[in-house]
């Protein structure tokens, strides 16, 4: 006779993520043979328990959240009594995207119960293990470079403008590593 139940729930707040399962069984088993004498039987009866945690955040952040920009230059250049102007800007603009996420996953499993026969006797049944993982990665990608913006106009009005960009581009990514059995393990009674 085996007996199971099983319970799964995963809760989720924003970027956090947490997947738990619970599994437990019970095995009861008996035999009962004459043709070997007339008191044999044999017996175990076990408790199964299974447990598994999974936790994982993500995380994202970039120029469009928190804008990073400097400005070296901001002038407007008469041109005389023509009441033509220029107007030229120098900036340096810093696009960035950093994408992050990490998680661990822990293990549980016991077994608890006895095996009992005429020959053996009583021997007691214990086994547990317990096994951890941490997984993350990350992803870095950085664009910095010059930015020369132009315009020109007659007192407000603007005739001409145009922008000439330069940007060198960064990436760095760590995407998944993983190390298994990063929690203490045992096994035993």
Same mark, same amino acid.
């Given at each position: 006779?085996?007996?199971?139940?099983?319970?799964? %729930?995963? &809760?989720e707040?924003?970027?956090?993520?947490?997947n738990?399962s619970?599994?437990?069984? !019970? /095995? #009861?088993?008996s035999?009962? +043979?004459?043709s070997?004498?007339e +008191?044999?039987?044999?017996?175990?009866?076990?408790?199964n328990?299974e447990?598994?945690v +999974?936790?994982a955040?993500?995380?994202? *952040?970039?120029?469009?959240?928190?804008p990073?920009q400097?400005? &070296?230059f901001?002038?407007?250049?008469?041109?005389g009594?023509t009441?033509?102007?220029? %107007?030229?800007r120098?900036?340096?603009? #810093?696009?960035?995207?950093?994408? $992050?996420?990490?998680? !661990?996953? #822990?293990?549980?499993s016991?077994?608890t119960?006895?095996? /009992?026969?005429? *020959?053996? @006797?009583?021997?007691?049944?214990?086994?547990?293990?317990?096994? @951890?993982?941490? /997984?993350?990665?990350?992803?870095?990608?950085?664009?910095?470079g010059?930015?020369?913006?132009?315009? *020109? $106009? #007659?007192?407000?009005?603007?005739?001409?403008?145009?922008? !000439?960009?330069?940007q060198?581009? %960064?990436?760095?990514s760590?995407?998944s590593?993983? /190390?298994?059995d990063?929690?203490?393990s &045992?096994?035993?009674?």
């Open positions: 006779m085996e007996t199971l139940l099983e319970v799964t %729930h995963t &809760f707040q924003g970027p956090i993520v947490v738990t619970l599994k437990g069984s !019970i /095995h #009861v088993w035999y009962y +043979d004459a070997v004498s +008191d044999y039987m044999e017996s175990e009866t076990t408790l328990f447990s598994t +999974d936790c955040a993500t995380a994202a *952040v970039s120029d469009k959240d928190y990073i400097l400005t &070296f901001d002038m407007p250049i008469p041109f009594a009441g033509l102007t220029a %107007h030229l120098v900036n340096i603009p #810093v696009r960035y995207e950093f994408k $992050g996420e990490g998680g !661990i996953k #822990v293990s549980y016991s077994s119960g006895y095996r /009992h026969n005429p *020959v053996d @006797g009583y021997q007691p049944i214990s086994a547990k293990t317990c096994t @951890g993982q941490l /997984h993350g990665g990350a992803e870095f990608d950085i664009r910095i010059p930015e020369v913006e132009f315009a *020109v $106009g #007659v007192s407000a009005i603007e005739l001409l403008a145009g922008s !000439i960009s330069l060198n581009n %960064h990436k760095i760590q995407i590593r993983q /190390h298994k990063t929690m203490p &045992f096994e035993g009674g």
